[in-house]
């Protein structure tokens, strides 16, 4: 899979794009019709401030310009706004942080269109984990598990989880064919893993969200991309 710091394929840029058009907070009411839980930004952002931070990122990704170009935007943008959350360390973590889910979660909802475009010829989706032995120090568990597990692309689990599936979550899916799968061996799952949630407290309240998922993350953002269009 492309690094998603370096994407710039059209249905990425595009989604971005609808995202931004959309009147104030209806994001969100996408979202949390698939997961109630979810949010997309830290304690105190307002709803403008966030659309310019999408702006630069926008304006990043079809520029070819990076994460360095995103940061100085970021920057610009968070004191214009008068927003801050911590010293200069932690902004630019968390500017790091915010980069790289968003460019995941793009890409994520483009590969998705594609996905839908070509499930005819392609009607399965391998779930993979970058590191299914566990090698590094942040790899999760939980998405190790899940690594290899093949089913039919409408299949209700990953309307849940579809990857990112947290933050600094690198995993992603593989588009098979009944060809690829005979090709590398492969079968269909039986069933999807077990599903079984767990109460994780978020700014002190308690959201419930499938084991191994962060909160605000058990949702496919995918299918929230194909309602923009109807939703501007």
Known sequence: MADATEI??????????RRLELPAGRWGELVRQIDRAARDRSAGMSDALVTDILRE???AIENGAGIDAFLDGWNE???RHGWGAGDDLEIAHRARLAFRVMTAQAYAAGRWQQIQ?????RPYLRYVHVDPELTQRWSRHEHAEW????LPVDHEWWVTHYPPNGWNCRCYVQSLSERDLARYGWQVSAEAPPARTVIKFVRGKPIE????????????????????QASI
């Open 57 to 59: 990122l926008l304006e």
């Open 77 to 79: 943008a968070t004191r």
């Open 147 to 150: 690594h290899g597990v093949i």
């Open 8 to 17: 710039r394929f059209k249905e990425a840029i595009a989604f971005l794009r």
């Open 209 to 228: 969200t499938p084991v191994g998922i962060d909160p605000g993350f058990a949702y496919n953002v995918g299918l929230v991309g194909l309602g923009l």
């Open 117 to 121: 475009r070509l499930k005819r010829v």
